[in-house]
């Protein structure tokens, strides 16, 4: 059975069908990437998932159980958490308070911290360890409005990751950064234990190629193609989608 299946999903906005029956699945430890121009219904397809919007029409299932229409809190709480969540950050607390309160809202103990119980020095390490994973290391005691921009979208995925999720919905994380960052961000998201299945909306496919098993494309909020990442940049049908939308190499 797949972790993950999504059948027959609608969305429309107004007269606009966003997604006009999208079908896919995915198996627990999968890391497929959603690839599409812009307008395809990649993000509206991830708010499907994470709960943020309510299918007009279709299913989500996750392991079996229908969970379509669920608000975003439940489905974090079955495991499914996309990352976007800037309000999840606050700004003046530092890396590493950051990513302890999302470790002790996981566990349900964010009322202790309110009324100033202990230091709870297992957080710490497990915050830690987080951080040391994301090499945000350095970086524990500076607030997180002082992030560079990069560090601050791997701060969002450290948050994500403290509330151990099995499926982690990613939309565009290297959107905007320097190579640098981006090289820093494949390497990380590379490494990911496989206990965890990873969605991820990507324009550049040589991020696609580093870190994802398979790829679906979309197109006019349909699932176009599906397959390897190189079944996919060899089909004709996908070149067709991008021609005409993206400027032809010089
Ligand atoms: N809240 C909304 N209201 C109306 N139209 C929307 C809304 N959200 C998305 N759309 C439209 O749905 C289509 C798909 O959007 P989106 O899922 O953001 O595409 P992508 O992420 O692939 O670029 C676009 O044409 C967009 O303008
Ligand atoms: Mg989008």
């Known amino acids: 059975m797949s972790q993950l299946a999504v059948e027959e999903i609608w969305k429309s906005f107004g007269g606009f069908h966003a997604l006009g029956g999208v079908t896919l699945s995915v198996a627990s430890g999968e890391r497929r990437a959603i690839i599409g121009v812009n307008g395809a219904g990649k993000s509206t397809f991830f708010s499907i998932i994470g709960g943020q919007l309510r299918p007009t029409s279709g299913r989500v299932l996750l392991d079996g159980e229908q969970v379509t229409g669920l608000p975003p809190h439940k489905m974090w709480a079955r495991g499914v958490t996309r990352t976007f969540q800037r309000n999840a950050i606050f700004p003046g607390l530092d890396v590493r308070q950051n990513v302890r309160l999302a470790i002790l809202a996981r566990r349900r103990m964010g009322s202790r911290i309110l009324a100033g119980a202990g230091?709870?020095?297992?957080?710490?390490?497990?915050?830690?360890?987080?951080?040391?994973?994301?090499?945000?290391?350095?970086?524990?005691?500076?607030?997180?409005?002082?992030?560079?921009?990069?560090?601050?979208?791997?701060?969002?995925?450290?948050?994500?990751?403290?509330?151990?999720?099995?499926?982690?919905?990613?939309?565009?994380?290297?959107?905007?950064?320097?190579?640098?960052?981006?090289?820093?961000?494949?390497?990380?998201?590379?490494?990911?234990?496989?206990?965890l299945t990873l969605l991820i909306v990507e324009h550049d496919m040589d991020v696609v190629f580093a870190i994802a098993d398979s790829v679906s494309v979309l197109h006019q909020g349909r699932v176009l193609v599906e397959g390897s990442p190189s079944e996919v940049q060899a089909d004709p049908r996908v070149a067709e989608v991008y021609f005409g939308q993206v400027e032809a190499p010089q």
């Open 119 to 195: 230091r709870h020095s297992h957080i710490d390490d497990e915050a830690d360890a987080i951080l040391g994973r994301l090499e945000l290391c350095g970086r524990a005691n500076v607030a997180a409005c002082d992030l560079a921009y990069g560090e601050h979208r791997q701060l969002e995925i450290a948050i994500a990751l403290a509330g151990e999720p099995r499926i982690l919905l990613l939309d565009e994380p290297t959107a905007g950064m320097s190579p640098a960052e981006t090289q820093a961000m494949v390497a990380m998201l590379a490494q990911l234990p496989r206990t």
